[in-house]
C-alpha cells in the first residue's frame, strides 16, 4: 500500500512512485500484490532508492520515475564514461538506503509507522475498502525482512551492513559492552 514508504522513508514522504511501477520491472513476480502486506513491503524494498539515486545524479526525477532501470543506466554511462551496471545501482541504492536508516535510529527513528490519519479507507481504485493502518505492523515486519533490519528497532542488522561494505556503522549501532 502507498502508506508503507512513509512509514518507512527516511526523510519524510517518499512517494517514490514505486507502486505503480509493475512488479516485474522490480524484479518481482508479475503476480505481486501491492494490496498485501507481504507485496506491499516487497514493492517498497524491491525500488528502495530509485528516487534517492536519481537526486545523486542530478537528473529529474519527474522525467525518469517509472522508465526501464537499465536505460537510466544506459544513460550515465553515456555521460561518465563509466561501465556501471544496474545490479552495481542497486547495492548504491540499498547502501544509501542502510546509511540514512542507521544515522535515523541513531538518533531515535523507531521502527516505523504511520499517523491513523493516513489509515483512512479509499473509496475508489485498488485499494478500494482498504486500510493501511489496520495492515502496517505486519507490512513494517516484512518491509524490515526484506532490508534486512531488526524487526523490533528498526535497526540495519549488523550482517547487512557487513554485505554492503559499511562495517563502519556496525559498532556505532551496536556498541560494544567494555570489558572489565
Known amino acids: ?14 512517494e517514490e512512485g514505486r507502486l505503480v511501477i509493475p512488479p516485474v520491472v522490480l524484479g518481482l513476480p508479475p ?10 513491503a516487497a514493492i517498497n524494498a524491491a525500488g528502495c532508492g530509485r528516487i534517492t539515486f536519481y537526486d ?9 520515475n517509472g522508465a526501464d532501470w537499465d ?29 540514512a536508516r542507521s544515522f535515523n535510529t541513531r538518533h ?5 509507522a504511520v499517523s491513523p490519519k493516513y489509515g483512512s479507507m479509499p473509496r475508489e ?3 478500494a475498502g482498504k486500510s493501511f493502518y489496520e495492515i502496517q505492523e505486519r507490512a513494517i515486519d516484512c518491509y524490515h525482512e526484506f532490508m534486512g533490519w531488526d524487526k523490533t528497532t528498526g535497526k540495519p ?7 554492503l561494505k559499511l562495517d563502519y556503522i556496525i559498532n556505532d549501532l551496536y556498541p560494544q559492552k567494555i570489558q572489565s
Do not use: Q, Y
Open 1 to 14: 500500500m502507498f502508506n508503507l514508504d512513509t512509514a518507512m522513508s527516511d526523510h519524510g514522504s517518499e
Open 71 to 99: 536505460v537510466t543506466i544506459k544513460m550515465l554511462n553515456a555521460a561518465t564514461g563509466w561501465d556501471f551496471t544496474a545490479n552495481e545501482s542497486k547495492i548504491v541504492m540499498r547502501r544509501i538506503k542502510n546509511i
Open 125 to 127: 481504485g485498488l485499494g
Open 157 to 163: 542488522l549488523p550482517e547487512t551492513l557487513h554485505n
Open 56 to 64: 545523486t545524479l542530478v537528473i529529474c526525477k519527474n522525467t525518469l
Open 108 to 112: 531515535g527513528l523507531g521502527r516505523g
Open 31 to 40: 503476480t505481486t500484490d501491492m494490496m498485501t502486506p507481504e507485496g506491499a
